[in-house]
């Protein structure tokens, strides 16, 4: 007789909660990185959900950019996936590559730090350490590419500049948005956070490539240090 494994589902979750009705209901611009996961995710594991399993890679690997980068060999050994279900999450981290391959005229569009706010905040806000992201635009601003650069406390001197701007001067992007966020809920910017900006700008301006904005993301909030002129002022 086949040994039988007896997996948490989401039914214990009220409809408005799940993932799925979500979707249906709301849309899935609505739903957080962890939930759409979880669709595709379908089930957890013996000792968690599949939104638990879907919050678990995602702060392991650092966001989405970190298990997009995961080879498949990496996702296949990491406990509730397998082969089936690493090779599904590469598909579709695939069909989104493509997608803004094919038609760069639905990529997201940033004209104000809320724009970024809501392009990120679905998984930054829930990080138990700082992350430090880089989103890399086009000539329009728009979104081209996000890359985790950093994870620990913000330090200028362990954060290195040029990881900073590395894939966008591979990619020849004209400008990039630093972002990162205070685990602690407030978005108040640390001298730390200031230090970190003021040698990105400078960075960016002998590399050519516009550094327009520095958002920290904190619980229901945010802070644009653009706005504050902090990092941004005559050197």
């Not at 009220?14 to 249906?24: F, G, I, S, Y």
């Not at 639905?106 to 809320?114: I, L, N």
């Not at 200028?156 to 602690?184: K, T």
Request: hydrophobic share 40%; proline share 5%; aromatic share 4%.
């Amino acid at each position: 007789m086949n040994a039988v494994e007896y997996r948490p589902v989401l039914k214990a979750l009220p409809p408005e909660a799940r993932p799925r009705e979500r979707l249906q209901h709301f849309g899935a611009s609505a739903l957080s990185d962890a939930e759409l996961l979880a669709i595709i995710l379908r089930t957890g594991t013996a000792g968690g959900s599949v939104l638990d399993l879907a919050q678990r890679l995602l702060a392991r690997y650092g966001g989405l950019g970190g298990i997009h980068r995961a080879s498949l060999v990496e996702l296949c050994h990491e406990r509730g996936l397998g082969p089936a279900k690493a090779v599904e999450l590469k598909a579709a981290f695939e069909l989104g590559r493509r997608l803004l391959s094919m038609a760069p005229e639905e990529r997201p569009q940033v004209r104000s730090p809320a724009d970024v706010y809501h392009l990120v905040r679905g998984d930054m806000a829930m990080f138990e350490q700082e992350h430090l992201r880089v989103l890399l635009l086009n000539t329009r601003y728009q979104v081209v590419g996000t890359v985790d650069v950093y994870k620990g406390s913000l330090n200028s001197a362990a954060v290195r500049v040029g990881e900073l701007f590395r894939d966008a001067v591979r990619q020849n992007c004209a400008a990039i948005i630093i972002v990162h966020n205070h685990p602690s809920g407030d978005p108040t910017p640390s001298a730390e956070d200031v230090a970190v900006t003021r040698q990105a700008v400078e960075a960016g301006r002998l590399l050519n490539i516009d550094v327009l904005d520095h958002i920290i993301i904190g619980q229901q909030r945010y802070v644009s240090l653009k706005e504050r002129g902090l990092g941004f002022g005559p050197t």
